[in-house]
């Protein structure tokens, strides 16, 4: 990979040492975490450099990421052993699981559709609502969801991990302590934060000049996307989305109207809003929506070409565009052009035992 596709970024790379005292089960000292190995991440052409992203008090290190990944795709995280947080996020489905709504233990459905976990590192808030200020927080939400991993209490959790020798040394490695949340939360958010898309062939027109990266009709179509589309008033930026979060009028024309952004904040203008997703790696991430009711990004593109569902809260922003048959297409073109690398990864093999 050349220098212009790819910028090496050295992110916070050496863990401080946690001096701590935790008592083992046996009574003897808990030994102190050991330096963590300088992390150099790769950061695909046309994103930001990370820096100003990871936490101060979550340093990426190589052996905090590999734990995370561990931890990450391991079903014993979960009440019936079956479900890992990698049940609904697969790195060959742009880490999405392809269904309408996530599936949980025993078959339970989710209310909403799983987002991808492509550069999540650029964002705070997190799920469709933002109810989880931070990746680390975000990390244990479905741990402990009923109608996701399930997992009875945060005890119960801890217990379970703590009884396998292989995770519990890796934790005394990594941090310096027994199994915590906190340090559970902290493995998995820098596992999630090395998930990147980008040096799309769209990258390679917009930002790198090369005109032949991508199709006349996908040139067409980024026009539309700036212009008469309006999909840049709400996807913009180098992560294709404002972070903020937009009533569409999907809900409204059901029975049961999900409120979504306004349970978090209490505001009137919330009710019905949900975040902007990114549209990096959008042609693999069906289905759309929070309800993932739309297969196709056909289908999407004639939603908001009609002007999204009538409702007292509908978004400003959301208007008919009356696209031509040959502009929509050219649309679909574009958005396919966000395609990218950097988030493939294979699955661990074995788990601590």
């Known amino acids: 990979m050349t220098i ?3 910028r090496l970024v050295t992110a916070v790379v ?19 975490a050991t330096p963590g ?4 991440l790769q950061v695909p052409f046309g994103l930001e450099d990370l820096v100003s992203y990871i936490p101060k008090d979550n340093p990426l290190t190589a052996e905090k990421i590999e734990l995370g990944k561990l931890l990450f795709f391991d079903p014993r ?12 996020h697969f790195p060959f489905m742009a880490w999405t699981d392809g269904q309408k709504v996530s599936i949980g233990i025993r078959g339970q459905l989710a209310s909403r559709n799983g987002m991808t976990l492509v550069n999540r590192v650029y964002s705070t808030a997190q799920l469709w609502d933002g109810k989880s200020p931070s990746l680390e927080a975000q990390a244990l939400n479905p741990i402990f969801t009923s109608v996701r991993m399930g997992m009875p209490s ?34 998995l958010a820098s596992f999630q934060r090395t998930i990147l898309s980008g040096n799309s062939p769209a990258d390679e027109f917009d930002v790198g000049g090369e005109e032949d990266a991508i199709s006349d009709s996908a040139k067409r179509g980024l026009t539309i996307f700036q212009t008469k589309g309006r999909c840049a008033r709400c996807h913009s930026g180098f992560n294709f989305t404002d972070e903020k979060y937009h009533n569409l009028g999907i809900d409204w024309d059901t029975q049961n109207v999900n409120v979504g952004r306004y349970l978090i904040t209490g505001e009137e203008d919330q009710i019905g809003a949900f975040k902007t997703p990114t549209l990096r790696e959008i042609s ?7 309800d993932g009711r739309f297969v196709t990004l056909d289908e999407v593109i004639e939603f908001y070409d009609k002007g ?17 048959p040959e502009e929509k297409k050219d649309l679909v073109e574009y958005l396919r052009a966000l395609n990218g690398e950097g988030y493939q990864m294979d699955i661990p093999g074995k788990f601590p035992q």
Do not use: W
């Not at 050496?14 to 102190?32: D, F, H, K």
């Not at 693999?284 to 929070?290: A, D, I, L």
């Open 284 to 290: 693999k991430t069906s289905p759309y929506m929070h």
């Open 308 to 324: 999204g569902i009538q409702n007292p809260h509908l978004d400003n922003t959301i208007v008919p565009l009356n696209l031509s």
């Open 77 to 88: 995280l979960s009440a019936d052993n079956k479900v890992a947080c990698g049940s609904c």
């Open 154 to 187: 945060p005890d119960a959790f801890l217990k379970k991990l703590n009884a396998i020798k292989g995770y519990r040394e890796r934790f005394h490695q990594v941090f310096g302590t027994d199994v915590t949340l906190d340090s559970v939360g902290k493995a």
């Open 4 to 6: 212009r596709n790819v």
């Open 14 to 32: 050496i863990a401080l040492g946690l001096l701590s005292t935790v008592r083992q089960a046996e009574g003897a000292s808990a030994p102190t």
């Open 37 to 40: 190995k300088p992390y150099t």
